[in-house]
């Protein structure tokens, strides 16, 4: 693209995620001596089991719920059956259809369509027998319908379907990848006009057409019809893939592109089967009110946070595996004191005074902090009035020293010294805070510019050993989560300890199955404490990233996922390793160069604009080449973003609007020169 400049884009897809690709092993057919249940049920048996892995062969129960029918509840409260809408795309002698049909009896309304004329059909070889039984059973069988103009056929178009089934799409004779791959998103594009909004589409390809790790063996991504990326076109994310077993449904024939006698090649094959995601769209604009004392503070959230605000996954009644595991911890911490947690929540917003940021450490770094322009401040008992509400920039970055009056808190341990400060505060026992906390941070994929938190506070003699103890209660609690929640996948060392001497006090830095800084135990600075011998112990634990270590949770965004079927995941009170919902997504690659003046760019900034511009999409930013003019002074940067959505279907086509997109707003928000 000329208007990309020096940009490259690549198209690749992201590694396999063990946790998440878990194939359905095919089901052996009973032997016919063995068995006295009637055909109709046993091919049913098998269609289960093969067409549709949403429902493991295991768990399936025939009287409790049907593949082809939905429970609803009528007026009484009686569950009632409604039939299932099912749409068969592109068939030849329509065996696929009537081993559908005979299966699932009256529980489907069966549409099926074939690409030829129906003169044309009816010369295949057992196409007019089929024909006949499926419009017997009632069945409509339409012909010439063209599955990317789906809306085209008045009988399609006012109806919505629970389930469309493509078995082996293809364009015909020699057509290339790029032919089919159009087929494909064409197909996608069609088939989201007539899918209901909870409706799944099933793709049956030939064994390495799909451009998944899944194929076996793989193909090079650019010699495969790169099914997930073209689905991801018309905003269907791929959910599951099982072997497609050709035996396991009688009398099916696969009759090959225009009912030639060179029929696909079906073994190996594998059924894809999509849904819909939630869009990728900007969010919108979050104005929040803050109390501090008797100061109430009206101000905009950092547009990078819209999504991280008021998401309550530590209450009460929370299902999030962040809320999950802090109980968990909490159960298990065998501390030899007594522990009362902070039911009052702390206000998210501080207001800065000298030293204040110091208890935090490093976390509590300047640069770090969200800092507030608040957009108007009212106090008790005196009319409002507006504080700098023209002066709000889009970016809520670090301001000058003068305009850091609020922010937004980067650690708890920002609460650590109010605390203990407190009436209620007593030594000899451990006082227990949650909450969400903020930090500018650069785009990774192990660092989040909001997540939750775990502080535990106490006031101990020295010569208890506090840390120690510490230590070993983490340590056991960890462990202790661990078996609840097993982790097939987990590697590395469980807990470990690093001591830090950086600092007025010496800390411990908790390591966690090789993620180097989950948490830290340390010592509040001397300022007073409510005893001369007693001193104030603090330890944090990043609830966030400990949650996807223990549940197998591939992406730290995924805690942050809007989309219903995360956290339904976690609704069982059985504790389960996180299965992703969404499949291999396609990732895709943008650099981007500059000219900067050094002493007055901050990356962070960048960062920051990359999360606004993408919405979170952007899993990695790397920097891959710096150069810097020996004459000029100034510094040329050239940056790889890798777009990819964990939750959501991303097409190459947004991605490249958002790269866009980017490189206008970079000589606007942070006055470089774009190379």
Known sequence: EPCVGREWQQLRLCPPVPACARLCPPVPAAPPEATTVPDSRRVWDQIVAASCPLLRAEEHQPDEFHYFNVKKMDPSGAAVRAPRELLLLG???????????????DGARITATSYHPEDATLQQDGAAENIQQLRDSGVEVF??????????????????????IFNFPHCGRKAGVKKNRSLLAKFF???????????????????????????????????????????????????????FDNASFRGYRSTGYRSQDKSFHVEGALTHIFTRSLPCTSSQSVHM?????????????????????????????SRHPVHILQELLLRDLRSPWPMQRSESPLPE?????????????????????????PTETRTEGEEGRDSQAADISANDGPQDGTTKGYGLRPSLLLHAREISQCLDFSPGILHVLSGTVFQRVLV?????????????????????????????????????AERVAPNGAAVGQPVSFKRELGGSEPQLLVSFRGLPKVGQIGVLPAQGGPSPDLRV?????????????????????????????????????????????????????????????????????????????????????????????????????????????????????????????????LPQRLQVTLR
Request: net charge negative; hydrophobic share 40%.
């Open 143 to 164: 012909f010439e319908v063209d599955c990317t103009r789906l809306t085209d056929y008045e009988a399609l178009a006012q109806r919505q379907f629970d389930c469309i």
């Open 189 to 243: 594009l069609s088939c989201a006009q007539v899918l209901r909004e909870t409706g799944e589409v099933h793709v049956a390809l030939c064994n390495g057409q799909g451009g998944t790790p899944a194929d076996q063996p793989i193909r090079e991504w650019h010699n495969s019809w790169q099914a997930v990326a073209m689905a991801a076109e018309a905003g269907f994310i791929l959910s599951e893939i099982c072997p």
């Open 537 to 665: 112990y603090t330890a944090t634990l990043n609830l966030d990233l400990l949650a996807c270590q223990v549940f197998s949770i591939p992406d730290w965004r995924l805690l942050w996922s809007r989309d219903p079927r995360f956290q339904a995941h976690f609704l069982h009170e059985e504790l389960r390793p996180f299965c992703s919902f969404s499949l291999y997504p396609p990732a895709y690659s943008h650099d981007v160069s500059f000219w900067v003046e050094p002493e007055s760019f901050d990356e962070l900034d960048f960062h920051a604009l990359v999360r606004q511009v993408s919405g979170g999409t952007v899993r990695e930013v790397a920097l891959v080449d710096r150069f810097r003019h020996p004459h000029m002074g100034h510094a040329s940067l050239c940056y790889r973003l890798t777009y990819q959505a964990c939750d959501r279907a991303l097409s190459y086509s947004q991605a490249l609007g958002m790269q866009l997109q980017l490189r206008k707003l």
């Open 349 to 373: 917003l501080f207001r800065n005074s000298p030293g204040l940021l110091q208890d935090c450490g490093p976390d509590g770094s300047p640069s770090k902090v969200f800092w507030i322009r």
């Open 289 to 317: 009110e803050a109390q501090l004392g008797r100061e109430s503070i009206c101000f905009e959230v950092p547009e990078e946070l819209n999504d991280c605000i008021n998401r309550n996954f530590l209450g009460k009644h």
């Open 91 to 105: 068939e030849g002698n329509f065996s696929f259809s009537t081993a559908l049909c005979l299966a699932a009896g």
């Open 444 to 480: 990774s994929k192990t660092t989040s510019p909001a997540f939750h938190q775990l502080l535990l506070v106490g006031a101990f003699r020295s010569d208890a050993q506090p840390c120690q103890l510490l230590q070993r209660c983490l340590e056991a609690a960890l462990a202790a």
